[in-house]
């Protein structure tokens, strides 16, 4: 059984997140602000749902205390922000994915279901076919250690970045799909719609290409995907 912590300060929210998802078959933990959630978050759950507006020590310093602690599960950012700028810097600080509020309860637990479909696929070592070093351009990729470097430095990829970046090199230049990149790293079937693909892609451009407004390496297959040109 799947160990799930929430950590949400708005007691109706959490105690229907809860209700729902033990309904579902997880095992199911509620923290009510942030100090909370980090000492829960040291009993290891499998899977974080995190709400960034939280009193006290906000969601934000939640997400980067956890990676910096070596936090590796999916963290599922919950956020009544609207603006994109707060998204990204979620993202940029390790979360997986986000939902919005008002979100539907059935998308919520689709995305639930795909990150822990995927944190088994990679507890299981798929992607043991690559190389140890995989190289484009002036970056360099250790697979093993997961880290990358640009011109001989270190690059900080958040998680789902690095996925993503492997996906496209296990393509060798092929053209991957949204879809295809959805279901590979995500976990997703067919219905759910997002823009975690382009948010990622566009971290990956600021990080890796020397103008990420012109990319040499990581391009867009318009109205398909994107492929990874060495």
């Not at 008002?102 to 992607?127: D, N, S, W």
């Not at 690059?155 to 296990?170: G, S, T």
């Not at 053209?175 to 997002?194: C, F, I, P, Q």
């Amino acid at each position: 059984m799947s160990k799930i912590l929430v950590i949400e300060d708005n007691d109706d929210l959490a105690f229907g997140l809860r209700n729902n998802l033990e309904i579902e078959g997880y095992e199911v933990e509620i923290a009510a602000d942030g100090e909370e959630g980090l000492a829960r978050a040291r009993r290891r759950p499998d899977l974080v749902v995190l709400d960034l507006m939280l009193p006290g020590t906000d969601g934000f310093r939640v997400l980067r205390t956890l990676r910096q602690q070596g936090f590796s599960a999916p963290i599922l950012i919950l956020t009544a922000r609207g603006d994109e700028a707060d998204k990204v810097r979620g993202l940029r600080l390790g979360g997986d994915d986000y939902v919005t509020k008002p979100f539907g309860l059935l998308e919520l637990l689709a995305r639930v279901e795909a990150l822990l479909r995927r944190q088994k696929r990679e507890a299981g070592g798929r992607g043991a076919e690559l190389p140890d070093v995989e190289r484009f351009g002036d970056v360099a990729i250790d697979c093993p250690s997961r880290t990358v470097t640009k011109s001989g430095r270190s690059v900080e990829l958040a998680p789902k970045e690095f996925d993503l970046l492997l996906a496209l090199v296990r393509r060798r230049g092929a053209v991957a799909t949204r879809l295809e990149l959805m279901r590979e790293v995500w976990g997703y079937d067919d219905s759910v719609v997002t823009r975690t693909i382009d948010t990622h892609v566009a971290e990956l451009r600021r990080k890796l290409e020397g103008d990420s407004t012109r990319p040499r390496h990581i391009v867009t297959v318009r109205k398909v995907g994107y492929r990874l040109k060495s």
